[in-house]
């Protein structure tokens, strides 16, 4: 691939239908995080986070009200489809926009670090909070600073209820106290660790980041008190816009500290306050940097690029722009063989955006996406989905591949394979692919042997 190529299928979905390939390919890309969009029109209609949660808990109470009643079962199964053709058209809607967009790479940022801070709908107390996590935690918060980005992604409502920190209390706490004199707990229970771990684990410092057990127990401490918002508040709660809530009640009392550092007693501020500096860790920002690396260039990243995004995290203090800013200037980037195989998300956006066809009816899609592996908003741990190869290319996956080029095929009516893989791959379509394409033995064929060639499933 060229540099524009690059910039097109790289750090982005790939080009768009009938839009010619141009232009100075850093300045593409630089462009695109100026002119970037964080509420485009297709996402507008659905529930921010604060009404998310109070739809979270009507669902429940209406589902409480159908037991006993009659035909409850058929009720009840009626509302759940109603709250899954929701989540169809949130999953259709995002894929819409980044089809569509003409700030790709921008969008290719949104997806990666929705992946970083990973919720998932699996968890049916998550599902109706999915959308609105990435549509208004992250989306808004991808050209700020990564500590602005820690705070909305961790204390966003769906990750508090998805990694249970919704029903922590402190062992200490008031709350706590009031439960254990009422025979409602036993004394000395053990704080919750999920979310303290996660977020030192795998958002921040990584793996070897330098942390311990303790650690984390002085960090789950500090996180006891943030909650959602409910019908019964207790007396004292703050409530913030979003539909996260801090119940002073439940908080650990006392100082805290964490990777050497001392934290007074703040109540919500304490914890804020961890995630700040956790955010420009050095180790953060080597983590960071081996992601990003990892997502756009290669699966075994040059250790030089790792060495150049972690010099402007650093530098910057956590700001994200100056980091993207690295990506796009650094010469790792620009590596002319492709070397990063797409996820079933990347491919089937890069067929939709690159052919101009309609993305499939809502429930649809969803399936579709279910069916190669990598449901929206459903990876199978908080880790979040695999970002490399093999999760991805095995003959059967491969397969289910071949599959549905065959079934988009059908669908293209009589459309040019050889103009659109000129159009895609204008200096880097091998001998091999333009061959197969062009002794094709209908346009279909041509269409579904682009959509596998190697130039498509790579990037």
Partial sequence: MNGIEIAHHRFGYGPRANAPLGGDPRQLLRAQLDNFDPMPTPLKSFSSSARAVEEYFEHRRKLGQLRGMQDAEEKTRLARRARGDVRAQQVAARAEVAARSDTPFAERL??????????????????????????????PRIMGSFADLLESAALTPAMLVYLDQFNAFGPASVAMQRRVARGRAKGGSQVNENLAREILELHTLGVNGGYDQ???IELAKALTGWSIKTNSNPRGAQLFGDGSAFFAVR????????????????????ARRILRDLATHP?????IATKLARHFTADMPAPSLIAILEQAFLTSGGDLPTVY???????????????????????????????GATIPARRQFTNLLRDF?????????????????SAWA??????????????????????????????????????ATSTAIARAESPQQGIALLLVSPEMMRR
């Fill in 110 to 139: 949104v997806h990666f670090w929705t992946n970083h801070f990973a919720v998932s709908a699996a968890n049916n107390k998550v599902r109706d909070l999915t959308a609105s996590h990435e549509f208004e935690r992250i989306r």
């Fill in 325 to 355: 800013q690295a990506l796009i200037g650094a010469r790792e980037s620009w590596v002319s063989r492709p070397r990063k195989f797409r996820t079933p998300w990347e491919w089937l956006i890069a067929i939709h955006r690159g052919t």
């Fill in 283 to 287: 180790a953060t920002a080597k983590h």
């Fill in 373 to 389: 592996g990598q449901p929206a908003w459903e990876p199978p741990s908080p880790a979040g989905f695999d970002d490399i190869a």
């Fill in 394 to 431: 095995g003959p059967d996956a491969l397969m289910r591949r071949v599959n549905a080029a065959n079934a988009y095929s059908n669908r293209a009516g009589n459309m040019d394979a050889r103009a659109l893989a000129q159009q895609w791959f204008p200096h880097s379509l091998s001998n």
């Fill in 214 to 216: 303790a650690d984390i």
């Fill in 251 to 270: 908080h650990e009392p006392g100082a805290r500290q964490v990777m050497g550092r001392r934290y007074s007693a703040d109540g919500a501020d304490q």
